[in-house]
C-alpha cells in the first residue's frame, strides 16, 4: 500500500508518498496541463500498486477524482478546517501540507467528509444554472421597472402580461431610451422559455419520495425540496437537527469569554444556494402560516427583520430535517418548541 497526501492546486499539486511494505518516502511536485500528474498514477496502475490518496476538500478537481476512481484508487477527502487544526507548526507551505495529510494517514487521523455522487452532482449544476438565470432575468426586469416608474406606470407584476407590455412598448421615449427597452425586452424573451425548460426539468426530478415528503410542509416548493436533499444528502449525517444550522451557515459567528456573550453576523458556512432557497421558504412560510407569522412578527420586533429571517430559516432548516429523517409529512399540530420526553413523539417530532 502507498500513502500519497496531495496538496492540490488548480494548475498542480504537491505530494508525500510513503510506502508501507519498503519504507520508502518521497516528495514530489506534479504538473497537471503537461499530464505529468496524469502520468504518475497511471504508472503507479500498471505497477499494481494499492494506492490511498489523501487530501483537501477543494474546487476544480473533479477530473482528479475521475482519475482515482478510473484507476481503483482509494480517495479519502477531508475538511480543511479539521486538517488545518491539527498543523503543530506554525509554518504553511505547499510541502508542508503533503507532510501533514500523510502523517494523518499514517496515523490513522485522517476524518474523511461526506462526498456527493456523480448523479448528486449533476443535479446541483441543474439547480445552479436555473438560480443564475433566475438572477439575471431579476437584473433585466429591474431595469425596466425602473424605466416605466419614470414615466408614471407603478404596474408591478402587470408590467409583464401582454396588456401591460403593450402599455409600455406604445410609450414614446428618445432613441436611445427606446433601443435599452427593446434590447431588454428581447433578453427577457430569450431567457424565460430558457428558465421555464429548467423548471420542467426540477419537477420531473421532485418524484423522490423524500423530495414530496418535504415539500408537504407551507412554503417549500420542489427547487427548496430538492436542494436541501441534494446539498444534506442524507440526514444520517447528522445526529442532532442543530447541526444543520451549523452546516448551511445559518448560526451565528461567537466569541465569547469570562461569562460574556459576543455573538456577530452568521458564519455564511455551507452552500450559499440553500442558505438563500430557506430564507425564501421562511418567508413564505410566515406569510400563510399564522404560527410562524406570530412567532416571525415577534422577532422582528425585539431584534431586526434581516435577524428574524435568519431564524426562521433556520427553523425551516430542522423542521424539514425531523421531517425527512422520520420519514413523516408536515403535520400542522406540530408546533414551535422542544417535544421531548412528551408521548408518542420521537427526535422533536412525530
Not at 7 to 24: K, N
Not at 231 to 243: C, D, E, L, V
Not at 250 to 276: M, V, Y
Request: hydrophobic letters at 40%.
Amino acid at each position: 500500500m502507498m500513502l500519497i497526501g496531495v496538496d492540490y492546486h488548480p494548475s498542480f499539486q504537491t505530494i508525500a508518498f510513503f510506502v508501507e511494505e519498503t519504507g520508502e518516502y518521497g516528495e514530489q511536485e506534479l504538473n497537471h496541463s503537461d499530464g505529468q500528474a496524469d502520468k504518475f498514477y497511471r504508472d503507479l496502475k500498471q505497477r499494481k500498486i494499492d494506492v490511498r490518496v489523501g487530501m483537501e476538500a477543494t474546487g476544480y478537481s473533479r477530473w482528479f477524482e475521475r482519475l482515482l476512481t478510473e484507476l481503483g484508487f482509494e480517495l479519502w477527502i477531508g475538511d480543511p478546517a479539521e486538517i488545518k487544526a491539527k498543523r503543530v507548526k506554525k509554518q504553511k507551505f505547499d510541502r508542508e501540507d503533503a507532510r501533514l495529510l500523510l502523517r494523518l494517514l499514517r496515523e490513522n487521523n485522517f476524518r474523511q467528509v461526506w462526498v456527493p455522487g456523480p448523479e448528486n452532482r449533476d443535479l446541483r449544476q441543474l439547480l445552479w444554472h436555473r438560480h443564475r438565470l433566475v438572477q439575471m432575468r431579476t437584473r433585466i426586469m429591474n431595469p425596466l421597472h425602473a424605466l416605466a416608474m419614470n414615466e408614471g406606470y407603478r404596474l408591478k407584476k402587470k408590467l409583464f402580461s401582454e396588456q401591460g407590455r403593450t402599455q409600455f412598448e406604445k410609450l414614446a421615449w428618445g432613441p436611445w431610451a427606446s433601443r435599452r427597452r427593446q434590447e431588454l425586452l428581447e433578453l427577457l424573451d430569450r431567457l424565460n422559455p430558457t428558465i421555464e425548460d429548467l423548471s420542467a426539468a426540477v419537477e420531473r426530478a421532485r418524484k423522490r419520495p423524500e423530495v414530496k415528503r418535504l415539500m408537504t410542509h407551507p412554503g417549500v416548493g420542489p427547487v427548496t425540496a430538492l436542494a436541501y436533499v441534494l446539498i444534506i444528502g442524507t440526514p444520517a449525517r447528522f445526529q442532532r437537527g442543530k447541526q444543520i444550522g451549523t452546516y448551511v451557515g445559518l448560526i451565528p459567528c461567537e466569541d465569547s469569554s469570562a461569562g460574556k456573550q459576543r455573538l456577530g453576523h452568521i458564519t455564511r458556512q455551507g452552500s450559499s444556494l440553500l442558505r438563500f432557497l430557506l430564507v425564501e421558504a421562511a418567508q413564505a412560510v410566515a406569510r400563510v402560516h399564522p404560527d410562524w407569522k406570530r412567532r416571525y412578527v415577534h422577532l422582528a420586533m425585539r431584534r431586526h427583520k434581516s435577524i428574524a429571517k435568519v431564524a426562521m430559516a433556520s427553523k425551516l432548516a430542522i423542521r424539514l430535517y425531523w421531517m425527512w429523517r422520520n420519514s413523516c409529512e408536515y403535520s400542522a399540530s406540530v408546533g414551535f418548541g422542544s417535544y421531548v420526553g412528551q408521548p408518542g413523539l420521537r427526535y422533536g417530532g412525530k
